[in-house]
């Protein structure tokens, strides 16, 4: 081929040929023009779906023993008292009840089933409580909260902006609907006292809340919403109010309200004096208090540790299934029989 | 060529006389009247470009655009480009809602993915529009000589130039813009312009000035040239041109045979002079230029409709969300009584106001429809965009296939189709020039009934290889390299017969007859010679290659044409009397050239002993009706030879002779002088009558035959295509024995194939043709659909058995197969076949046909063609492939994709073809995938909000998901995954049939990636929200709020795209691992750094990772546990489905996974051990 190409450059010579060659138009070689780079190609054979399964088995199932084991280290009591603390008469219009004036305390004794290490963390617990919903997460300023600068800066809190001009601080919907149970404990009528210090993330109580912006025209308009706050305190030091303004990702939510940090003995009874001042009875909602203790992953559920044991028992039984398969059905592994339209191809063979 | 060292011989021969009927004396034409009128207002002042007048007229400067846009049009246009396209302009109403109080999500976060994804495709489309402005510039700042006045030409720029200068073009030059000839290096005012980047033609054409400006042949003669041409305005018709030139007050008329189009290249002639008419957007080449039909892969308008469906999907979750709130936010206030009274829903805007909740819940509507936009993939387009760029470019890289020989890589011009590569269905290609190389070898002849030459055709050598001969035997399977080894020494001629060759025919019984034969080989043709100076070699430009075949074949028997002028042609031969070698003059009369329709060509030449003689050649199909009665000697001989030939495979031509009286020749140049003067619209019809009369009562003197030889790998590659499962047709313009010869020759039709063939062509159907007038076509065509329904029925009886039968059929009873009536029964009987073959078919049947094969069988169609005349088929096919051979630029320039060679097509269509439609499909299919399963978590999450549209994702986790970390992995899915390797790709043809039958893009894959989707998601979201439910989060005792939910949740997001992507991917390179896992890491990183930004700017993202994910060990666990259950139920899937129901590119994986086994890494492609051998076709040897 190549004399052809010579012969009809004629005598032009060798000058010309390497010319020509300088010029081609060869594409380089190199690895990744031509698709060729080193690669592993992974594919599920069935030593390797086995071991895949196994190894996840394995894995899974101490992990759900370790999860299960530490979720059930948790002691947890739970209290639900909404409808409890309303007086027999007024159930049949709590909503009237808890909106009317005087005071609604409640008492609640708890019985600890099994001994609780200090810290014993106290939450109260919300049910059908849409902390999550558009209109009020929104409803809020940040900056306002930062800076006592910012305190005009009222424009996303409407309607609970300002009073009568003055802009409310904190302003919005979550601030106005602050939650103002509150519970005291004593324990054979000797106060057991609840820490409140340190129950709110640190990084909210140093950078979100500013140590010098302070409530003003708080709850002063009507209708009046939730719970008040100390005017003479800064908002970094309101924990309750910064717990309360991390809103809840569902309508079930438990926020701490704080700790107890003496241990508590098995049979202790817990006499709790509770203000039931939060409506939820409007939208049906269930209030409970929660004292829990906590392990190293943290309150008492055991959905992780027997999901994780469910998953590795399946991921055991599949290897073991997968291999028994392998056996009875064995094949050869690339039976080209398996190459379809092998028949069918159109034309030839 | 030939032209680079030796410089050619002057030839100051007045040419023009020499084609004594195209180049008709100039003369005014019934259009010249309308100059001036509306049309034909053009003035043009030669000479003269700024005098005032003709710079009141404000012609175009010569500046030519190929870009799309300019620096003022490119925003605009570019983004109005963008927003055409229904997804965009989703995302754009969707950004602009984001500045209302609708939206669920800040403004800024919604436009950058949006402005991303738009600059991305802006710049993409910039650099390819800079490109083509980098070409502009080259071709518009070449230097071109222009008189500057006082008889001086100086070198300008191209775009500088004006209508009105004067210009001198030297050799090899390209014209600058459209140029009247005014008078070249010849006498005459000849010249010669090769315009094959206008039409593809590789012959010279001949051009010539006017008479009265031929002198004008030094740069001084224009110092005070004036005239003034006033012509045609400009217009897209190649070959009109109308026009008057007034000079010195006199009027000529111009006629296209003056003009010098932009585009074509001065060739054989030193230098022209030429005026300027039509400049930059006015000439004719850029009025010309139309953008190519825009082809849409079948993925790609699927695409389309999975975008709508997902509309649908995003409206009708919208729609119900919307119900649902509208109740709730009514049921919020009823009768003064407030149920969630913290939402003070009795002091709420219009978009939360229970008296107004119909309002409310149309206006969630709308913010729904914003929050829901993350199931539509943003990136979709400029990422498909992107991975064609670059697997176009893989394709142009491919070294596999570049042809060293004409120095040709692979081109694919447009990046559309690369995925419908690998759905082809059939193939419809051209013969000539496509399964053949186009050069023609003389290589038999028969002189006076007796054949000659010994050559054996690669036809032939299929033949015997059918019949089982066993002299074939030894060179069986490399044929192809025998071929190329005995490739004749002068290229052309492949003629061995000792008889005639070496001057031995004088002892030939028939010696006079050879002689006349050769005689009329070196003399009937429109060949120019071109002498080698150095050398003394002659070589031969020729309009055909079988013109040039001719004259070679003449030149190596001893019959040498050295010389052409105006009125002679000058042989070099052996005198048979006295035995030595003369020149010999023929004066030549008249050339009667060839046509189509005529199908032969004739000179009229007078030799020295002053005899006239009409030399002849031409198809059988009309020689053999010409002959005389006493010419006819060796009729029977010569017909038979000429079916050998034919059966052979190679193209026959009939030569005659007459001897012609002087007075008949009087008679004849008095009518055909009569008849080209003529100025009636018939005038091709008169001297068709005239040329008609003459040539008849011709002596016979023997046949001659050419082979075009088959591309290397042609039977290889048709064999495979097969295997793969494509059906083949080809489409030619050749006789039916030449066809189905041909067929053997490549593989197409195989000895155990049952051959349905359906023509006209038999005797009595040819007395019906001749007799009737009216009930003849009815007759025929119902003769064809007898042939057709006899031809089903046939394959019926066989019992669908399809591979058996080969369709063969002529051009005149496809023209009425194609009607509409019938053409529904003949696709179905062809589709029942193997093998198609369509001979003596129309560019305009090839055309139809592909149209047919397209809309009738719904496949995908692929043309493949060389020639201007398979450019209707290249365009109506779903591919169009050119073949960038001898026949010029046309088919490619309006072909998709261009390769040198037949055999491309194999790793065209099997590697590189399989390998798109693959990463293709898989990608959108990803796209659709990774998108739905973010979405739907968003949707889930909603639902909890009582549908209140809270996003569950920070706004910024939001808008960067589909754009930083997804992206890149499906991105490189779509560049690089190959599911087996090429040459299995090669090995294994019935891999393609995943396309073929488009099973990795079907609905129902389609739908369960979907369905797979929303699986994933509903998962995440249960399995999140349980694990993190109400329980303290950590060890501290605080509780997860939205933002640790939100936060977990995506972390679970992306390691579950991600490693469905591992599981997707089936060839992981470095990039890969980086790409996947890079995703992973950013996202991360972005959560880390994201968070430690100022709460101004992080707002609830802030230091969510540092402070509360990072250090809880339920945030890993939980990660991890949710992570591996999502993907459990797919791993399952594919585990089964690769074990079980193993599609084939799994088989083939596992095939070559065990060959690796057996051979401990060391893999072969050459061991074939455990593959059964009736796969195995031929086994690919890879390149070392």
Same mark, same amino acid.
């Given at each position: 081929?190549?004399?052809?190409?010579?012969?009809?450059?004629?005598?032009?010579?060798?000058?010309?040929?390497?010319?020509?060659?300088?010029?081609?138009?060869?594409?380089?070689?190199?690895?990744?023009?031509?698709?060729?780079?080193?690669?592993?190609?992974?594919?599920?054979?069935?030593?390797?779906?086995?071991?895949?399964?196994?190894?996840?088995?394995?894995?899974?199932?101490?992990?759900?023993?370790?999860?299960?084991?530490?979720?059930?280290?948790?002691?947890?009591?739970?209290?639900?008292?909404?409808?409890?603390?309303?007086?027999?008469?007024?159930?049949?219009?709590?909503?009237?009840?808890?909106?009317?004036?005087?005071?609604?305390?409640?008492?609640?004794?708890?019985?600890?089933?099994?001994?609780?290490?200090?810290?014993?963390?106290?939450?109260?617990?919300?049910?059908?409580?849409?902390?999550?919903?558009?209109?009020?997460?929104?409803?809020?300023?940040?900056?306002?909260?930062?800076?006592?600068?910012?305190?005009?800066?009222?424009?996303?809190?409407?309607?609970?902006?300002?009073?009568?001009?003055?802009?409310?601080?904190?302003?919005?919907?979550?601030?106005?609907?602050?939650?103002?149970?509150?519970?005291?404990?004593?324990?054979?009528?000797?106060?057991?006292?609840?820490?409140?210090?340190?129950?709110?993330?640190?990084?909210?109580?140093?950078?979100?809340?500013?140590?010098?912006?302070?409530?003003?025209?708080?709850?002063?308009?009507?209708?009046?919403?939730?719970?008040?706050?100390?005017?003479?305190?800064?908002?970094?030091?309101?924990?309750?109010?910064?717990?309360?303004?991390?809103?809840?990702?569902?309508?079930?939510?438990?926020?701490?309200?704080?700790?107890?940090?003496?241990?508590?003995?098995?049979?202790?009874?817990?006499?709790?004096?509770?203000?039931?001042?939060?409506?939820?009875?409007?939208?049906?909602?269930?209030?409970?208090?929660?004292?829990?203790?906590?392990?190293?992953?943290?309150?008492?559920?055991?959905?992780?540790?027997?999901?994780?044991?469910?998953?590795?028992?399946?991921?055991?039984?599949?290897?073991?299934?997968?291999?028994?398969?392998?056996?009875?059905?064995?094949?050869?592994?690339?039976?080209?029989?398996?190459?379809?339209?092998?028949?069918?191809?159109?034309?030839?063979? | 060529?030939?032209?680079?060292?030796?410089?050619?011989?002057?030839?100051?021969?007045?040419?023009?006389?020499?084609?004594?009927?195209?180049?008709?004396?100039?003369?005014?034409?019934?259009?010249?009247?309308?100059?001036?009128?509306?049309?034909?207002?053009?003035?043009?002042?030669?000479?003269?470009?700024?005098?005032?007048?003709?710079?009141?007229?404000?012609?175009?400067?010569?500046?030519?655009?190929?870009?799309?846009?300019?620096?003022?049009?490119?925003?605009?246009?570019?983004?109005?480009?963008?927003?055409?396209?229904?997804?965009?302009?989703?995302?754009?109403?969707?950004?602009?809602?984001?500045?209302?109080?609708?939206?669920?999500?800040?403004?800024?976060?919604?436009?950058?993915?949006?402005?991303?994804?738009?600059?991305?495709?802006?710049?993409?489309?910039?650099?390819?529009?800079?490109?083509?402005?980098?070409?502009?510039?080259?071709?518009?700042?070449?230097?071109?000589?222009?008189?500057?006045?006082?008889?001086?030409?100086?070198?300008?720029?191209?775009?500088?130039?004006?209508?009105?200068?004067?210009?001198?073009?030297?050799?090899?030059?390209?014209?600058?813009?459209?140029?009247?000839?005014?008078?070249?290096?010849?006498?005459?005012?000849?010249?010669?312009?090769?315009?094959?980047?206008?039409?593809?033609?590789?012959?010279?054409?001949?051009?010539?000035?006017?008479?009265?400006?031929?002198?004008?042949?030094?740069?001084?003669?224009?110092?005070?040239?004036?005239?003034?041409?006033?012509?045609?305005?400009?217009?897209?018709?190649?070959?009109?041109?109308?026009?008057?030139?007034?000079?010195?007050?006199?009027?000529?008329?111009?006629?296209?045979?003056?003009?010098?189009?932009?585009?074509?290249?001065?060739?054989?002639?030193?230098?022209?002079?030429?005026?300027?008419?039509?400049?930059?957007?006015?000439?004719?080449?850029?009025?010309?230029?139309?953008?190519?039909?825009?082809?849409?892969?079948?993925?790609?308008?699927?695409?389309?409709?999975?975008?709508?469906?997902?509309?649908?999907?995003?409206?009708?979750?919208?729609?119900?969300?919307?119900?649902?709130?509208?109740?709730?936010?009514?049921?919020?206030?009823?009768?003064?009584?407030?149920?969630?009274?913290?939402?003070?829903?009795?002091?709420?805007?219009?978009?939360?106001?229970?008296?107004?909740?119909?309002?409310?819940?149309?206006?969630?509507?709308?913010?729904?429809?914003?929050?829901?936009?993350?199931?539509?993939?943003?990136?979709?387009?400029?990422?498909?965009?992107?991975?064609?760029?670059?697997?176009?470019?893989?394709?142009?890289?491919?070294?596999?296939?570049?042809?060293?020989?004409?120095?040709?890589?692979?081109?694919?011009?447009?990046?559309?189709?690369?995925?419908?590569?690998?759905?082809?269905?059939?193939?419809?290609?051209?013969?000539?020039?496509?399964?053949?190389?186009?050069?023609?070898?003389?290589?038999?002849?028969?002189?006076?009934?007796?054949?000659?030459?010994?050559?054996?055709?690669?036809?032939?050598?299929?033949?015997?290889?059918?019949?089982?001969?066993?002299?074939?035997?030894?060179?069986?399977?490399?044929?192809?390299?025998?071929?190329?080894?005995?490739?004749?020494?002068?290229?052309?001629?492949?003629?061995?017969?000792?008889?005639?060759?070496?001057?031995?025919?004088?002892?030939?019984?028939?010696?006079?007859?050879?002689?006349?034969?050769?005689?009329?080989?070196?003399?009937?043709?429109?060949?120019?010679?071109?002498?080698?100076?150095?050398?003394?070699?002659?070589?031969?430009?020729?309009?055909?290659?079988?013109?040039?075949?001719?004259?070679?074949?003449?030149?190596?028997?001893?019959?040498?044409?050295?010389?052409?002028?105006?009125?002679?042609?000058?042989? +070099?031969? @052996?005198? $048979?009397?006295?035995? *030595?070698?003369? #020149?010999?003059? =023929?004066? %030549?009369?008249?050339?009667?050239?060839?046509?189509?329709?005529?199908?032969?060509?004739?000179?009229?030449?007078?030799?020295?002993?002053?005899?006239?003689?009409?030399?002849?050649?031409?198809?059988?199909?009309?020689?053999?009706?010409?002959?005389?009665?006493?010419?006819?000697?060796?009729?029977?001989?010569?017909?038979?030879?000429?079916?050998?030939?034919?059966?052979?495979?190679? +193209?026959? @031509?009939? $030569?005659?002779?007459? *001897?012609?009286? #002087?007075?008949? =020749?009087? %008679?004849?140049?008095?009518?055909?002088?009569?008849?080209?003067?003529?100025?009636?619209?018939?005038?091709?019809?008169?001297?068709?009558?005239?040329?008609?009369?003459?040539?008849?009562?011709?002596?016979?003197?023997?046949?001659?035959?050419?082979?075009?030889?088959?591309?290397?790998?042609?039977?290889?590659?048709?064999?495979?295509?097969?295997?793969?499962?494509?059906?083949?047709?080809?489409?030619?313009?050749?006789?039916?024995?030449?066809?189905?010869?041909?067929?053997?020759?490549?593989?197409?039709?195989?000895?155990?194939?049952?051959?349905?063939?359906?023509?006209?062509?038999?005797?009595?159907?040819?007395?019906?043709?001749?007799?009737?007038?009216?009930?003849?076509?009815?007759?025929?065509?119902?003769?064809?659909?007898?042939?057709?329904?006899?031809?089903?029925?046939?394959?019926?009886?066989?019992?669908?058995?399809?591979?058996?039968?080969?369709?063969?059929?002529?051009?005149?009873?496809?023209?009425?197969?194609?009607?509409?009536?019938?053409?529904?029964?003949?696709?179905?009987?062809?589709?029942?076949?193997?093998?198609?073959?369509?001979?003596?078919?129309?560019?305009?049947?090839?055309?139809?046909?592909?149209?047919?094969?397209?809309?009738?069988?719904?496949?995908?169609?692929?043309?493949?063609?060389?020639?201007?005349?398979?450019?209707?088929?290249?365009?109506?096919?779903?591919?169009?492939?050119?073949?960038?051979?001898?026949?010029?630029?046309?088919?490619?320039?309006?072909?998709?994709?261009?390769?040198?060679?037949?055999?491309?097509?194999?790793?065209?269509?099997?590697?590189?073809?399989?390998?798109?439609?693959?990463?293709?499909?898989?990608?959108?299919?990803?796209?659709?995938?990774?998108?739905?399963?973010?979405?739907?978590?968003?949707?889930?999450?909603?639902?909890?909000?009582?549908?209140?549209?809270?996003?569950?994702?920070?706004?910024?986790?939001?808008?960067?998901?589909?754009?930083?970390?997804?992206?890149?992995?499906?991105?490189?899915?779509?560049?690089?995954?190959?599911?087996?390797?090429?040459?299995?790709?090669?090995?294994?043809?019935?891999?393609?049939?995943?396309?073929?039958?488009?099973?990795?893009?079907?609905?129902?894959?389609?739908?369960?990636?979907?369905?797979?989707?929303?699986?994933?998601?509903?998962?995440?979201?249960?399995?999140?929200?349980?694990?993190?439910?109400?329980?303290?989060?950590?060890?501290?005792?605080?509780?997860?709020?939205?933002?640790?939910?939100?936060?977990?949740?995506?972390?679970?997001?992306?390691?579950?795209?991600?490693?469905?992507?591992?599981?997707?991917?089936?060839?992981?390179?470095?990039?890969?691992?980086?790409?996947?896992?890079?995703?992973?890491?950013?996202?991360?990183?972005?959560?880390?750094?994201?968070?430690?930004?100022?709460?101004?700017?992080?707002?609830?993202?802030?230091?969510?990772?540092?402070?509360?994910?990072?250090?809880?060990?339920?945030?890993?666990?939980?990660?991890?546990?949710?992570?591996?259950?999502?993907?459990?139920?797919?791993?399952?899937?594919?585990?089964?489905?690769?074990?079980?129901?193993?599609?084939?590119?799994?088989?083939?994986?596992?095939?070559?996974?065990?060959?690796?086994?057996?051979?401990?890494?060391?893999?072969?492609?050459?061991?074939?051990?455990?593959?059964?051998?009736?796969?195995?076709?031929?086994?690919?040897?890879?390149?070392?």
């Amino acid at each position: 081929s190549s004399t052809a190409a010579s012969s009809t450059v004629g005598g032009g010579g060798s000058s010309e040929i390497s010319g020509v060659k300088k010029t081609s138009k060869r594409p380089k070689y190199s690895r990744f023009t031509q698709q060729e780079l080193p690669a592993c190609k992974p594919i599920l054979t069935p030593r390797w779906v086995i071991l895949t399964f196994l190894v996840a088995g394995v894995v899974f199932i101490p992990l759900g023993v370790i999860c299960l084991f530490a979720s059930q280290g948790v002691v947890e009591i739970v209290d639900r008292y909404d409808t409890d603390c309303i007086p027999t008469s007024s159930r049949n219009n709590m909503v009237a009840y808890i909106q009317g004036e005087g005071d609604k305390i409640c008492k609640r004794t708890i019985t600890v089933t099994k001994a609780m290490k200090h810290p014993v963390y106290v939450y109260y617990q919300l049910e059908n409580f849409y902390q999550n919903h558009r209109r009020y997460v929104k409803s809020r300023n940040d900056a306002q909260l930062r800076s006592p600068k910012e305190e005009h800066d009222v424009k996303t809190c409407a309607p609970e902006d300002n009073v009568g001009g003055e802009p409310i601080v904190p302003c919005g919907l979550v601030a106005w609907s602050l939650f103002n149970d509150t519970y005291s404990f004593s324990r054979n009528s000797q106060q057991l006292l609840v820490n409140k210090k340190g129950i709110s993330w640190k990084s909210d109580r140093e950078n979100k809340f500013g140590k010098n912006v302070f409530p003003k025209n708080f709850q002063k308009g009507a209708p009046i919403g939730g719970g008040t706050l100390n005017i003479s305190k800064p908002l970094s030091e309101q924990e309750d109010l910064i717990v309360w303004m991390r809103t809840a990702a569902l309508p079930t939510f438990r926020k701490l309200y704080g700790k107890i940090e003496t241990d508590l003995h098995a049979g202790d009874t817990i006499t709790v004096l509770l203000q039931n001042n939060y409506n939820t009875y409007s939208f049906n909602g269930q209030k409970k208090l929660v004292l829990s203790t906590t392990s190293w992953l943290g309150g008492r559920n055991d959905f992780l540790g027997i999901a994780y044991l469910t998953v590795g028992s399946i991921c055991l039984f599949l290897a073991v299934t997968f291999a028994v398969l392998y056996l009875v059905k064995p094949r050869q592994l690339g039976d080209p029989s398996y190459l379809s339209w092998n028949r069918s191809a159109g034309g030839l063979q | 060529m030939a032209t680079v060292s030796g410089r050619r011989r002057k030839r100051k021969i007045q040419l023009s006389k020499l084609f004594t009927l195209t180049g008709a004396k100039a003369c005014f034409k019934p259009d010249h009247s309308k100059i001036g009128r509306s049309g034909f207002s053009r003035v043009v002042f030669c000479n003269q470009p700024d005098s005032p007048e003709a710079e009141s007229r404000n012609y175009c400067d010569n500046y030519v655009r190929t870009t799309k846009y300019t620096l003022a049009t490119f925003l605009p246009k570019s983004l109005f480009e963008q927003f055409r396209r229904v997804a965009n302009f989703y995302f754009l109403v969707v950004g602009i809602l984001s500045f209302t109080p609708l939206a669920p999500y800040t403004a800024v976060s919604a436009i950058v993915p949006l402005t991303f994804v738009i600059l991305a495709t802006m710049f993409k489309e910039g650099v390819e529009d800079w490109r083509r402005k980098q070409q502009d510039i080259e071709v518009n700042n070449r230097k071109v000589r222009v008189h500057r006045g006082n008889g001086n030409f100086d070198l300008r720029e191209w775009k500088t130039l004006r209508v009105g200068d004067i210009l001198k073009v030297e050799k090899n030059e390209f014209f600058p813009a459209d140029l009247v000839l005014l008078s070249s290096s010849y006498e005459d005012a000849v010249c010669y312009v090769e315009t094959m980047n206008l039409d593809g033609e590789t012959n010279l054409k001949l051009k010539q000035g006017l008479e009265v400006t031929l002198s004008l042949r030094e740069e001084l003669n224009f110092r005070d040239f004036e005239a003034f041409i006033k012509c045609e305005d400009p217009n897209a018709n190649l070959y009109s041109f109308v026009g008057t030139m007034d000079l010195k007050g006199e009027k000529y008329p111009l006629s296209p045979q003056q003009l010098l189009l932009r585009g074509s290249k001065l060739r054989n002639t030193d230098y022209i002079y030429g005026v300027v008419i039509f400049t930059g957007p006015d000439t004719k080449v850029v009025q010309n230029s139309t953008d190519p039909p825009s082809k849409r892969s079948m993925i790609e308008r699927k695409m389309d409709k999975i975008i709508y469906l997902m509309f649908l999907m995003v409206f009708s979750l919208a729609f119900f969300g919307s119900v649902l709130f509208g109740i709730w936010t009514r049921d919020d206030f009823q009768n003064g009584v407030m149920e969630r009274w913290y939402l003070k829903p009795d002091d709420s805007s219009i978009f939360f106001d229970p008296k107004r909740a119909p309002m409310a819940a149309i206006y969630h509507f709308l913010t729904a429809l914003m929050l829901n936009s993350y199931f539509i993939p943003i990136s979709l387009y400029v990422s498909i965009e992107i991975v064609k760029v670059l697997q176009s470019i893989f394709i142009n890289q491919d070294i596999h296939m570049y042809y060293e020989e004409a120095d040709k890589p692979a081109h694919a011009r447009t990046s559309n189709l690369n995925e419908e590569l690998g759905q082809v269905g059939t193939i419809l290609s051209d013969k000539t020039g496509t399964l053949t190389c186009n050069s023609m070898e003389f290589i038999k002849c028969s002189i006076a009934g007796t054949a000659y030459g010994r050559g054996v055709t690669e036809v032939e050598m299929a033949m015997d290889k059918r019949k089982g001969s066993a002299l074939v035997n030894q060179s069986n399977g490399n044929s192809t390299e025998d071929a190329v080894a005995a490739e004749p020494a002068v290229k052309g001629f492949n003629f061995r017969d000792e008889r005639i060759m070496d001057g031995n025919w004088v002892t030939e019984t028939h010696a006079d007859v050879i002689q006349k034969f050769f005689q009329l080989l070196a003399v009937c043709h429109t060949v120019i010679p071109e002498v080698d100076e150095d050398t003394g070699k002659i070589s031969y430009e020729a309009e055909s290659p079988d013109e040039a075949a001719f004259v070679i074949a003449a030149r190596e028997l001893g019959f040498e044409f050295f010389t052409r002028t105006q009125t002679t042609i000058s042989v +070099r031969e @052996l005198d $048979l009397v006295t035995g *030595e070698r003369v #020149e010999r003059l =023929y004066s %030549v009369l008249n050339v009667l050239e060839f046509s189509s329709s005529k199908k032969r060509m004739s000179v009229i030449v007078q030799d020295q002993d002053g005899k006239l003689l009409l030399l002849c050649k031409g198809a059988d199909s009309v020689m053999f009706e010409r002959l005389s009665e006493s010419g006819r000697k060796y009729e029977k001989e010569t017909r038979d030879h000429v079916n050998e030939y034919a059966d052979a495979g190679l +193209r026959t @031509l009939i $030569l005659a002779y007459r *001897e012609l009286d #002087e007075n008949e =020749y009087e %008679v004849f140049t008095e009518r055909i002088s009569e008849a080209k003067n003529s100025v009636s619209a018939d005038r091709e019809a008169l001297i068709d009558e005239v040329t008609e009369k003459i040539e008849k009562n011709l002596v016979l003197l023997g046949a001659t035959a050419v082979e075009d030889k088959l591309q290397n790998g042609v039977p290889d590659c048709i064999n495979k295509l097969a295997q793969a499962g494509i059906k083949i047709w080809v489409l030619t313009g050749d006789k039916m024995e030449t066809a189905i010869n041909i067929g053997f020759a490549c593989s197409l039709l195989r000895r155990d194939m049952k051959q349905i063939i359906i023509n006209l062509e038999t005797p009595e159907i040819q007395q019906l043709e001749k007799s009737g007038e009216k009930d003849a076509i009815a007759a025929l065509k119902e003769n064809v659909l007898h042939q057709i329904t006899s031809g089903k029925a046939q394959l019926k009886a066989s019992g669908g058995n399809a591979k058996a039968f080969a369709l063969i059929i002529d051009g005149k009873s496809l023209a009425y197969a194609l009607e509409e009536d019938m053409k529904g029964i003949f696709l179905e009987l062809a589709i029942g076949c193997a093998s198609v073959i369509c001979c003596r078919s129309s560019p305009k049947q090839k055309a139809l046909v592909t149209r047919l094969v397209k809309t009738g069988s719904g496949q995908t169609t692929l043309a493949i063609g060389d020639g201007a005349n398979d450019v209707g088929m290249l365009q109506e096919a779903d591919i169009g492939v050119g073949i960038s051979g001898v026949e010029g630029m046309q088919a490619v320039m309006s072909s998709d994709i261009a390769i040198a060679q037949f055999r491309y097509l194999e790793r065209l269509l099997l590697v590189h073809g399989h390998w798109c439609y693959r990463r293709i499909s898989k990608m959108i299919c990803y796209f659709f995938y990774k998108n739905i399963t973010f979405g739907f978590t968003l949707f889930l999450y909603e639902a909890y909000t009582s549908f209140s549209a809270t996003p569950a994702y920070n706004d910024w986790y939001l808008s960067l998901y589909s754009v930083f970390f997804t992206s890149l992995p499906v991105i490189c899915l779509g560049i690089f995954d190959q599911d087996v390797s090429a040459p299995f790709c090669l090995k294994f043809p019935v891999l393609y049939q995943e396309g073929v039958q488009n099973l990795l893009f079907s609905w129902r894959r389609i739908l369960s990636w979907m369905f797979h989707g929303f699986c994933s998601a509903i998962i995440i979201f249960f399995l999140c929200k349980t694990s993190l439910e109400s329980q303290a989060f950590n060890h501290e005792g605080k509780t997860a709020g939205r933002d640790i939910l939100g936060g977990t949740m995506y972390t679970c997001v992306v390691w579950v795209v991600s490693l469905q992507m591992v599981l997707t991917i089936s060839y992981f390179t470095l990039i890969q691992h980086v790409v996947v896992w890079g995703s992973v890491v950013i996202w991360y990183l972005f959560l880390m750094v994201y968070g430690s930004l100022p709460i101004r700017m992080s707002t609830d993202a802030y230091m969510v990772f540092l402070e509360a994910l990072a250090p809880a060990p339920s945030y890993w666990i939980t990660t991890l546990f949710v992570v591996l259950s999502t993907m459990m139920p797919y791993f399952i899937f594919s585990a089964i489905q690769m074990r079980f129901f193993p599609m084939s590119h799994g088989t083939v994986q596992l095939l070559r996974y065990e060959d690796q086994c057996s051979n401990s890494g060391n893999f072969e492609m050459g061991r074939q051990g455990s593959v059964r051998p009736t796969l195995v076709m031929r086994s690919h040897q890879p390149e070392s």
